[in-house]
């Protein structure tokens, strides 16, 4: 148990559709990264967090969006959903935005669109 | 831009065998790398990370890799397989710069033959 939770673990929606996916970091954890996970692109960073202001940006699709909370949870926001959508999506936390801390990994939340 | 190689998507070796797992990096200046194993239906998990200090690093499960600066490389090995590592298995690397994003390889998956 790596000690971050994520929630839901599954989620079917349809196509059009807006989720959100939840996640609560390590205790004591100040950032939180969003990764998604496809066969077909691999794991690809979407953004960072730190300390409730967002630090660093990857393949983030407009239609998505994140946000980190004062007590440090987070959510990510997946709007206009589209077939290709649907991955597995992580999220991940570390004690501080050094580049040496080590990352922990949620056990995702599996994103199915239809 | 900082990348990391991972060649082949699938290696099988026999349960006691040597594992060897191959992990090239591209970056610019010497950068941090990690170890992760993901096993089936479960988020990713830390074997180990290269952080400038021992070019040989030791991970759990007896996992260890080498850093060798002139080769870019940091290959990942295990002298006696088990067949519980099975799994796919991500090579990723870091800039030392704050803020900077986990980049990981496509991954690879390790069969082991009984």
């Known amino acids: 148990d790596s000690g ?10 349809a196509t059009g559709q807006r989720v959100t996916l939840r996640c609560s970091p390590r205790s004591g954890d100040l950032s939180v990264y969003w990764y998604q996970q496809s066969l077909d692109q691999g794991l690809q960073f979407l953004i960072q967090y730190y300390n409730g202001e967002e630090r660093a940006k990857g393949n983030i699709l407009e239609r998505f969006s994140a946000q980190q909370f004062p007590d440090l949870h987070s959510e990510l926001n997946l709007s206009s959903l589209e077939l290709g959508d649907s991955a597995l999506y992580f999220c991940a936390s570390s004690a501080s935005d050094y580049s040496g801390n080590t990352i922990y990994f949620g056990e995702g939340s599996w994103l199915t669109v239809v | 831009a900082q990348s990391v190689t991972q060649l082949g998507s699938h290696v099988s070796v026999s349960e006691g065998a040597l594992v060897l797992l191959r992990c090239n990096y591209s970056s610019s200046v010497p950068p941090y790398l990690f170890w992760y194993v993901q096993y089936p239906n479960q988020g990713l998990q830390l074997l180990l990370k290269y952080t ?3 070019t040989l690093v030791k991970g759990i499960n007896g996992f260890e890799a080498e850093f060798k600066k002139s080769e870019t490389s940091f290959h990942l090995t295990k002298p006696s397989a088990h067949m519980s590592d099975a799994a796919e298995y991500f090579c990723a690397v870091r800039h030392t ?3 900077s994003k986990l980049t990981f390889g496509k991954g690879i998956t390790l069969s082991v033959r009984p």
Not at chain 1, 4 to 12: E, F, G, N, S, Y
């Open chain 2, 97 to 99: 710069g704050a803020n």
């Open chain 1, 4 to 13: 971050v939770t994520q929630t839901p673990k599954h989620l079917i929606t």
């Open chain 2, 52 to 54: 400038s200090a021992a």
